[in-house]
């Protein structure tokens, strides 16, 4: 299986995903850009905005090989002289605060040196926490993963609560899903069977997201409600500028800068101090944004 | 001269802005939050906002201590087993686009092996870069550099140019300032004299401001201005998140996360890819965030 193969199922994947999303959008269109990449490769970042349901949100495919830099070498810890890349990654912020906001990611990495690895997750990110909708969200994900190994989904599960997490707020960024990085063939499972895993998660993305936007879309909403969503994007900002390892490689390598950072919202509020009141949904979404819930059991409804 | 007489300094210094600053804005007063440390020290937290010209500030006093960290000897490369650190620490965001963002920062740095040093710098952060405006904020900053030493203006000039960059958009972060780091007693300049030049610096520090606002507060401004600012403060965030020093060592350090975050504006936007049209004053100001100019030249006008 080579580069080459693994880069067009990729691509296929943006574009299965981009479909998707305009129907269940129902009004915005993407727009395309192509870039290249200097040191060679480049990509094709689609953006979605001003949407009936998206906000802002992109589905960015890339594409890049070159010499590896001493930064990567010091991140990645790994030797080689070339490497190559590629990767589908999503952000999408909906208008409403009654719809999460979600993010995907799948990659592959290779070095000349034979080595590669695949990585990926999806997580959401619910303005407003609700239980049975978190439980669905899981749900999903773990028949994904339970198609793919026994213990994918209670490994890659406990990976996102550990990454998606913002120290300096002690909170999750939201109610989590799966991350998994460097996965490579081992004894009883073979590298096409880990591509294919990442484009199952890939090809069930839009479905899964679907499911939510319809869960909240039609729900009423105050300008209360609204402000707070604001404020859980000024988090999602900080987690993506402070303490996203991809943001920040793609940022301190070199990448296209208005690629990576299309998962920022349109826009974001801080407010000094903001406590929810007591009792409050926004009080009750705070005390769940911890990790170590299972968002899989009946008992959180 | 000892710590305590240094950090009462810096205290007096914190009431001197915040009873100016008052003046300044002519509706909104501080709020005070104080603080303690786990592992020794705390701070003095002044908040403003939602005033007449400050949407959301905040004028910080800290004086912290205790055992050095295997972080901090990392990041400081220093040795030592106990420290100290005071320092006040302020970012104004005002309501008009036609007003410029402010920082300012003195602090303290003291190890028990005796070795100490002197921080600080201000720099402003327009929306809409005025090269009459800057001049005058840069001759304020040369007249007070000049009386502390020949050189201080243009290495401090230029060490804020280096420092209030973001790499990732090829911007400064506004038209700069000063910015100093490590200053300790040398031949021919006494600890006392440091201490003298950031109170100096401090005392200023609010009488700068004002001239700028003065400046700008009467000027009317329409919708698309007021999106330009949103997007410029959205640069700030990605300045104080990706790559300010000091934040990212308070945020990591274990410090008070509502105090750090207050250089944060109350509101930021991002728009996928927004280029500003040619010969527009958004597009002069872009193409004035640039390293190595000489805001003191009458020719920029």
Same mark, same amino acid.
């Given at each position: 299986m080579t580069a080459d193969l693994i880069q067009d199922q990729f691509k296929s994947l943006q574009d299965y995903i981009c479909q998707y999303l305009e129907k269940v959008d129902g009004s915005a269109k993407f727009e395309e850009d192509l870039w290249q990449r200097e040191a060679g490769g480049g990509g094709r970042t689609r953006i979605i905005r001003k949407g009936n349901v998206i906000e802002k949100g992109g589905v960015n495919f890339s594409a890049v090989e070159g010499p590896v830099t001493d930064l990567m070498k010091k991140q990645l810890q790994m030797e080689g002289d070339t490497f190559f890349a590629s990767g589908v990654s999503i952000v999408l912020h909906p208008n409403s605060p009654k719809v999460p906001i979600i993010h995907m990611n799948v990659r592959y990495f290779e070095l000349n040196t034979g080595e590669y690895w695949f990585g990926g997750g999806i997580d959401l990110t619910p303005h407003y926490i609700v239980p049975a909708n978190a439980r669905k969200f899981h749900l999903h994900l773990k028949s994904i993963c339970d198609a793919f190994s026994h213990d994918a989904y209670a490994d890659y599960k406990k990976w996102a609560d550990d990454y998606f997490y913002i120290p300096h707020r002690e909170e999750t960024r939201g109610i989590g899903g799966i991350f998994f990085d460097h996965l490579k063939a081992s004894e009883g499972i073979a590298k096409e069977q880990i591509l294919? #895993?990442?484009? %199952?998660?890939?090809k069930a993305f839009p479905s899964i997201y679907e499911e939510q936007v319809n869960l909240g879309k039609h729900l009423l909403f105050s300008e209360q409600e609204k402000q707070w969503q604001l404020l859980r994007r000024g988090r999602y900002v900080e987690f993506n500028l402070v303490n996203d390892r991809g943001t920040k490689f793609g940022l301190v390598s070199g990448g296209r800068t208005e690629s990576i950072l299309m998962s920022l919202p349109a826009s974001a509020n801080w407010e000094y101090d903001f406590k929810p009141s007591a009792?409050?949904?926004? %009080? #009750?979404?705070? %005390?769940h944004l911890k990790k170590g819930i299972n968002w899989l059991s009946e008992e959180l409804q």
């Open positions: 294919d #895993f990442c484009l %199952a998660l890939g009792n409050s949904p926004e %009080a #009750f979404t705070l %005390a």
